[in-house]
């Protein structure tokens, strides 16, 4: 095969920024999806509906003049949250789920919630409304091993809140475990997961093996090797509760490679290229399309799109970076080869 040709797929979880960043990375995303859920996670976060209304115009006035791309905005729940904003976020037709973070586990996680049950009342509210609440699933307990962290949290939060509110869309955002992939499976169909290309790409070798590699870092980190072959196993398996959810978090390289570099993968510039590599791998590159342009759109009850994208069977190099203004960003795979590209 060398051509591949897909109904146009979404990103079910990406991280845009704002401002220059914002201006410099969309296009990426926007060439090859046609829709994606938008991260709330800026200083400030995303809360309310008014200020989701604004950034997503932010981002829509970055996009490309011809570009059609539709950003599916979220709001950031934290301990403050109310059950009216709840209703508000229902009745627009921008906002699409609330994003729950831990307080702490990630980039701009402080606003998170420090005790998930306190939130129950909105998560009562949400599942009246059926409006989806998407998880970062890993507990924050400075005594935990951060390779446990998901585990954990299933075991102690997720099963709990699915247990509560048996009807309460929800999506476990980028798996990185067995516990996690055998949860989800076990689950009702109201539950749902998205996977990163980085995980099913890596284990935790390709961090730490022969020198630390910042660009591969990332919440939740890359784990075992077992778990990775759940996770690719999962995503080839045509199970409709997996799908494509790149969680693409562009920082400065410099902001990457210092003393304190920060979580997150650069993949929007060649995401379904990222994904095809990993599918083919599994020689099931004819379950990708399910994967990236149908699953997630059914979950979201939203129409599947119609327009087609092609990647074409054809090495190329990824560039080693991208400018953004003065500064740069590396991409995940920087300097090396890919062998599908988007044409």
Request: a neutral charge.
């Amino acid at each position: 095969m060398d051509k591949l040709t897909l109904i146009r797929p979404d990103d079910w979880h990406l991280h845009v920024r704002n401002g220059e960043i914002l201006r410099s990375v969309i296009a990426h995303t926007a060439k090859q999806f046609s829709r994606a859920i938008i991260m709330p996670n800026l200083k400030p976060p995303i809360s309310i509906v008014k200020q989701a209304l604004i950034y997503r115009q932010e981002i829509i006035q970055a996009l490309p003049v011809e570009s059609t791309f539709s950003p599916l905005m979220t709001l950031y729940l934290t301990g403050s949250t109310t059950k009216d904003e709840v209703k508000k976020s229902a009745e627009s037709e921008h906002i699409h789920a609330f994003k729950l973070y831990p307080a702490g586990a990630t980039t701009n996680s402080d606003s998170g919630v420090n005790n998930i049950k306190s939130i129950y009342p909105v998560l009562e509210a949400m599942e009246q409304v059926d409006i989806p609440l998407l998880i970062h699933g890993e507990v924050t307990d400075n005594n935990c091993d951060i390779f446990d962290r998901e585990k954990v949290f299933v075991e102690s939060s997720l099963s709990n809140i699915v247990k509560n509110f048996p009807n309460l869309r929800i999506v476990v955002e980028h798996l990185t475990t067995k516990e996690a992939v055998d949860f989800v499976i076990s689950s009702s169909n109201k539950v749902a997961a998205t996977i990163t290309p980085q995980h099913l790409l890596f284990n935790r070798n390709a961090i730490l093996a022969g020198g630390i590699r910042p660009h591969l870092y990332c919440l939740p980190i890359l784990k075992r090797e077992y778990h990775r072959q759940s996770l690719i196993k999962a995503a080839t398996s045509g199970n409709p509760k997996f799908f494509l959810g790149t969680d693409s978090a562009p920082h400065l390289t410099g902001a990457k490679e210092n003393s304190c570099g920060c979580a997150g993968c650069y993949s929007a510039y060649a995401a379904l290229e990222l994904y095809a590599e990993a599918f083919e791998q599994e020689n099931a590159l004819d379950k990708l399309e399910g994967f990236a342009s149908f699953f997630g759109a059914d979950f979201y009850q939203l129409p599947r799109n119609t327009q087609t994208i092609t990647l074409k069977k054809q090495p190329w190099t990824v560039p080693d970076s991208y400018q953004i203004g003065n500064e740069t960003i590396t991409p995940l795979k920087a300097g090396e080869d890919l062998h599908w590209k988007f044409i």
